[in-house]
């Protein structure tokens, strides 16, 4: 017999499950980045970097607008890197880990989430053990691109500008996040669709200030060429609870 989902009081607001999106915009890119500087950057030893090539691991960023969602309407920059619980191969080393990216199989751990909300910062750490700070966020756009700048503690870290476009529709595919919570190893699963996905291996610019978050990527080193660049004009989703390992 199933057990009851959760369900979270947080600043006096229930969530409950699944917690919806209804209407975002997201743009990403991926790098290639040094296995034994992504290492450094995880907080525990439950997961290890999923190498794409030998000492290769990958790092993504994202620039979330989210407009419609049961946690508020907010802006949002991810970190994360590609991992796997530690222990666990693909059946062919390297060429697994390409399949699996492609297929959507592959998990993240995030390593900063900041948000400019209070109430999404507070779920989605008491919820998910995700790692939101609350920091100014500042989102532009033009036809062509979408750019997001990230002010942490009142330094200008980072922005990001990726381009605009697509028109390729993918009506599900999964989201698979780990993460800890009270610092035990858990993992999340989402379902999302996407309307207006473009994927390009060219056109995103990253530029680097200061700060404890601009030295770690700079720590990866970023900013350099990324592997690809992907934009969905709309998306909607679907998360469920934080399940332990």
């Not at 607001?13 to 975002?24: C, D, G, I, T």
């Not at 980045?33 to 960023?61: D, K, N, Q, W």
């Not at 989605?124 to 920091?135: D, F, V």
């Not at 350099?224 to 909607?236: A, D, I, N, V, Y």
Request: hydrophobic share 40%; glycine share 10%; net charge neutral.
């Amino acid at each position: 017999m199933s057990q009851p989902l959760p369900i979270y009081r947080i600043q006096g607001r229930e969530v409950r499950f699944p917690v919806v999106v209804r209407e975002a915009s997201s743009g990403a890119v991926t790098y290639l980045v040094p296995t034994a500087a992504a290492r450094a950057l995880l907080p525990g030893p439950e997961f290890e970097i999923v190498e794409m090539l030998p000492g290769r691991g990958l790092c993504a960023l994202a620039i979330i607008d989210y407009r419609d969602n049961d946690l508020g309407d907010y802006n949002e920059i991810s970190i994360a890197l590609f991992v796997r619980p530690r222990g666990e191969r693909p059946a062919i080393p390297y060429l697994g880990n390409w399949i699996d990216m492609l297929r959507g199989n592959l998990g993240v751990h995030i390593i900063h989430l900041p948000v400019n909300q209070s109430f999404t910062c507070e779920a989605g750490r008491t919820i998910w053990g995700y790692p939101k700070t609350l920091q100014k966020i500042e989102f532009e756009y033009a036809p062509d691109r979408a750019t997001g700048t990230l002010f942490y503690e009142g330094e200008r870290a980072l922005t990001l500008s990726v381009p605009r476009g697509g028109d390729k529709v993918i009506p599900k595919s999964q989201l698979k996040t780990w993460s800890y919570v009270e610092g035990v190893p858990h993992v999340t699963i989402a379902q999302q669709g996407v309307e207006g996905f473009g994927m390009k291996f060219g056109g995103a610019e990253l530029t680097l200030g200061t700060g404890p978050i601009a030295e770690q990527l700079r720590s990866l080193g970023l900013p350099k060429r990324p592997l690809m660049c992907t934009w969905m004009e709309k998306f909607h989703a679907r998360f469920g609870p934080a399940e332990k390992l």
